[in-house]
């Protein structure tokens, strides 16, 4: 009796969870779902608890570090996930560029060239575009804002698609996102770093030639890396370079022959907890009474164009120029409509952007419009693309309209 209850409960509660996991649209769909929420909760009658679990300090009078005994560690629940914890986002994503640098899509010069090339212009046009329109303003600090690409939203969008997109436009749109990442992360670190300590810096130096001498001895022993990876995590928070680096650093130490079961082990801890506690408290925010006089500023106008035209206009224009001057090829059975079309899912750039947004402005009130404006940048982006996508017909395809 107690065998078929539990048999039961499987079948009728797990299998449709287990199912819904394992579907590549359940990350976006998570994503979205927990920003729905948390918006709803901090404009509800509970948003001063509710904002003020995530902000509030744990010690207001030492700004972004607590003290805890002789240690300095993130001062609030915020901090501690947009410091701490999204080390390990960083840390699968670092690894996912070092698998495809080695032995992926990108290992190469003629199998890179397109994704690298598209990639370059949709992080460049966007940047230039907000440069340009908060030009003599002071917000032009936020140009990095709108040029990432949200891997888990886009991928998502285009699966919904189903074989209207052919694989190796999936391919192509995965390869640039990594690559899009890899630039955001080098702009995170060279441009998004207030201040040096240089002391800690130069520790946290020397504690990263612990893992790439493990690396280059071969050593398959995990834990020998992630102990000094979590005092290289320490001293780049105290340095002042984000402290979310070195999880990419330490990921490009990781042995090659290590990362598909990491990854594998990772990717469900990371897109269904992390990145949800993520996206629930980056998007507690109090909106403005009149969100049209909140989105009627610089800031909005430069992130909205960028991810909505800028993405777009960089990805397609320089993979144009690369098919033109015969350096690369379309993806297989890809035309011009479809890889525009995918230009504009590319502006989905929900949590990175997100990410960049909290960096750029210190002030709450502007991360507050930042965050805005990508959220309504990526729906519009999102729909745009999809609609676009679902009208063009696929190359050498002929649809069947089923009765």
């Known amino acids: 009796m107690l065998k078929s209850s539990i048999k039961l409960i499987r079948k009728t509660l797990l299998s449709p969870l287990y199912v819904f996991f394992k579907d590549s649209r359940a990350v976006g769909i998570v994503l979205i779902a927990c920003t729905i929420i948390?918006?709803?909760?901090?404009?509800?009658?509970?948003?001063?608890?509710?904002?003020?679990?995530?902000?509030?300090?744990?010690?207001?009078?030492?700004?972004?570090?607590y003290q805890y005994r002789a240690l300095h560690l993130p001062n609030s629940y915020l901090l501690w996930i947009n410091d701490g914890m999204m080390v390990l986002f960083f840390f699968l994503v670092g690894m996912e560029i070092k698998r495809e640098l080695t032995v992926g899509e990108l290992s190469s010069l003629r199998k890179s060239i397109l994704p690298v090339l598209a990639a370059v212009g949709g992080m460049l046009f966007p940047a230039v575009i907000f440069a340009v329109i908060n030009k003599n303003t002071s917000f032009t600090h936020g140009w990095g804002i709108p040029m990432a690409t949200d891997i888990a939203f886009s991928l998502g969008i285009l699966s919904l698609l189903g074989r209207r997109v052919p694989v190796g436009l999936k391919i192509f749109l995965m390869a640039l996102a990594i690559i899009d990442d890899l630039g955001a992360i080098l702009t995170i670190a060279i441009f998004y770093t207030p201040h040096l300590d240089v002391k800690y810096l130069l520790i946290g130096g020397g504690v990263f030639l612990i893992p790439l001498l493990l690396?280059?001895?071969?050593?398959?022993?995990?834990i020998l890396y992630f102990i000094p990876g979590i005092v290289l995590w320490y001293c780049l928070f105290n340095s002042g370079v984000h402290a979310t680096?070195?999880?990419?650093?330490?990921?490009?130490?990781?042995?090659?022959?290590?990362i598909s079961d990491l990854v594998h082990g990772l990717h469900d801890p990371v897109n269904f907890i992390i990145m949800p506690i993520f996206a629930l408290a980056n998007t507690a925010i109090q909106l403005p009474a009149d969100i049209g006089a909140a989105l009627h500023n610089e800031i909005s106008y430069g992130i909205m164009a960028g991810l909505v035209l800028g993405k777009p206009l960089g990805i397609f224009t320089l993979s144009f120029i690369a098919v033109k001057c015969k350096w690369a090829s379309l993806p297989s059975k890809a035309g011009w409509p479809q890889l525009l079309g995918v230009g504009l899912i590319a502006g989905i750039g929900f949590t990175m952007s997100i990410f960049i947004s909290s960096l750029a402005y210190g002030e709450r009130d502007l991360q507050i419009i930042a965050i805005i404006s990508v959220i309504a940048a990526s729906l519009l982006a999102g729909i745009a693309g999809f609609i676009f996508l679902r009208l063009t017909k696929p190359v050498g395809t002929v649809l069947v309209k089923q009765p």
């Open 38 to 65: 948390s918006m709803v909760l901090a404009n509800s009658g509970v948003q001063t608890d509710y904002v003020g679990f995530w902000n509030n300090l744990f010690d207001p009078n030492t700004g972004h570090h």
């Open 215 to 222: 690396n280059f001895l071969k050593v398959q022993r995990l």
């Open 245 to 258: 680096i070195a999880g990419v650093l330490l990921a490009f130490c990781i042995p090659l022959d290590k």
